[in-house]
């Protein structure tokens, strides 16, 4: 069983910035992967970010530049620095992690980007 926890999110400005983390029970070093999704008010969840664990990293065009996704193996934690927020980042963002077939899903951190 992996339990996983986001914390991070809040209320900031257009053109501010946040740090999400996702801290995990589990050794992080022994998941193929982890990832930060975001579901917004009456839209589908879409992919923000992963990170292998070969350290290869993809993110969505859409926060391309503007979001960066790293991990401290050594603290079991996967980040997500958002920088230059827009409205349309206005989103629950949750972390993931596919381990031994199953995938575990954190609870869901709220960010929202308004002035």
């Known amino acids: 069983q992996v339990q996983l926890v986001e914390s991070g999110g809040g209320l900031v400005q257009p053109g501010g910035s946040l740090r999400l983390s996702c801290a995990a029970s589990?050794?992080?070093?022994?998941?193929?992967?982890m990832g930060w999704h975001r579901q917004a008010p009456g839209k589908q969840r879409e992919l923000v970010a992963t990170?292998?664990?070969?350290?290869?990293?993809n993110y969505a065009d859409s926060v391309k530049g503007r979001f960066t996704i790293s991990r401290d193996n050594a603290k079991n934690t996967v980040y997500l620095q958002m920088n230059s927020l827009k409205p349309e980042d206005t989103a629950v963002y949750y972390c993931n992690a596919p381990v031994l077939g199953r995938t575990y899903w954190g609870q869901g951190t709220q960010v929202t980007v308004s002035s």
């Open positions: 990170i292998a664990r070969g350290g290869i990293i």
């Open positions: 589990g050794s992080i070093s022994s998941f193929l992967a």
